[in-house]
């Protein structure tokens, strides 16, 4: 059984791009959350889509956004990127009565 | 608003040395505590979980933790440090029942093991 996968693994972007990162939760999960880890930092949460909405959201600029596909799969998108936003991006999956499980991550870099 | 405090961003022990890392909590209302470890260039996982029932909580590895309601604490430890516990420990709380609830994580403490 596949945990949490994220893609890419790592990612080198120019200030001012645009950016998606894809997650595809554990089997059986139906929510999707996301959270950025900026280096030496704790995760951060951005947001939760669960039903292919936007359910909670944490202190994060509309520049952050996402969707959350059918098969419970998400992106993040993260647009007119600042070199702030260089961090470890976090998904997380869960579903009710199971605890949230974290995937590897994606490395995104702005230089 | 909740908040997490961990008390030491580096902490070094010897191996075979008491592990003791130190986490304090605010909440307004009865929180759900968690202690996760990362390691390098890895995602997080779970180590254990406080939600209700009998305050100290056993996890993988061999580490606990003990929920001091009247200390606002969480601190988490392991009787003898291994070389393979070094990695970066979150102590983090989550308001609600819900496990999809957003979690908040304290900034972390890097574990290094001396030999």
């Known amino acids: 059984d596949a945990g949490v996968t994220q893609s890419p693994t790592h990612l080198i972007k120019t200030r001012g791009q645009q950016v998606t990162l894809r997650c595809s939760p554990k089997s059986g999960h139906d929510t999707v959350s996301w959270y950025q880890q900026a280096l030496g930092q704790g995760p951060q949460f951005i947001f939760q889509?669960?039903?292919?909405?936007?359910?909670q959201r944490g202190n994060f600029p509309d520049r952050f956004s996402g969707h959350q596909f059918p098969n419970y799969s998400s992106e993040l998108n993260v647009n007119a990127l600042l070199l702030g936003d260089s961090a470890l991006y976090l998904c997380a999956s869960s579903v009710t009565g199971d605890e949230q499980y974290f995937g590897p991550g994606t490395r995104l870099t702005v230089t | 608003a909740q908040s997490v405090t961990q008390l030491g961003s580096h902490v070094s022990v010897s191996e075979g040395a008491l592990v003791l890392l130190r986490c304090n909590y605010s909440s307004s209302v009865p929180p759900y505590l968690f202690w996760y470890v990362q390691y390098p260039n890895q995602g997080l996982q779970l180590l254990l979980k406080y939600t209700t029932g009998a305050t100290l909580v056993k996890g993988i590895n061999g580490f606990e933790a003990e929920f001091k309601k009247s200390e606002t604490s969480f601190h988490l430890t392991k009787p003898s440090a291994h070389m393979s516990d070094a990695a970066e420990y979150f102590c983090a709380v989550r308001k609600e029942y819900s496990s999809a609830s957003k979690i908040i994580f304290g900034s972390g403490t890097r574990l290094s093991i001396r030999p």
């Open positions: 889509y669960y039903e292919e909405e936007e359910r």
